[in-house]
């Protein structure tokens, strides 16, 4: 997605997914945790947080908030008996990048960041 195509529609749901989605489910689930005195948050990055793609550029911010975010919240849960962890996959094959990659905007898009020289 280029940024500059203004597509705040897109903008919101990322947010909304990747940031705003995890903090609602751990307010949830964190006072159950504190109460019990155990219990483990485990964050599912990216790979993406600490090498951004060109066309990602909201995407990777949301991703890279928790790079932030999880080791803030691990000092703030020190002593309680909960853990915090942040894993980053590598590109996995989700419905989500199946359904950008067959937009016919995608190619234009990709060879527009990463031409080819061999054409």
Do not use: C
């Amino acid at each position: 997605q280029d940024f500059l195509d203004g597509d705040s529609d897109s903008w919101v749901h990322m947010v909304n997914t990747n940031i705003l989605g995890y903090l609602h489910t751990m307010s949830v689930f964190l006072p159950m945790m504190k109460e019990k005195g155990k219990g483990h948050i485990i964050n599912i990055g990216s790979s993406n947080s600490r090498e951004p793609a060109a066309g990602m550029s909201v995407y990777s911010g949301t991703k890279a908030f928790w790079l932030g975010a999880t080791p803030a919240l691990r000092k703030e849960l020190r002593g309680t008996g909960i853990k915090i962890t942040q894993v980053e996959p590598g590109p996995v094959t989700t419905e989500g990048i199946l359904k950008v990659m067959e937009d016919p905007k995608f190619e234009e898009i990709h060879d527009k960041f990463y031409p080819r020289n061999n054409r």
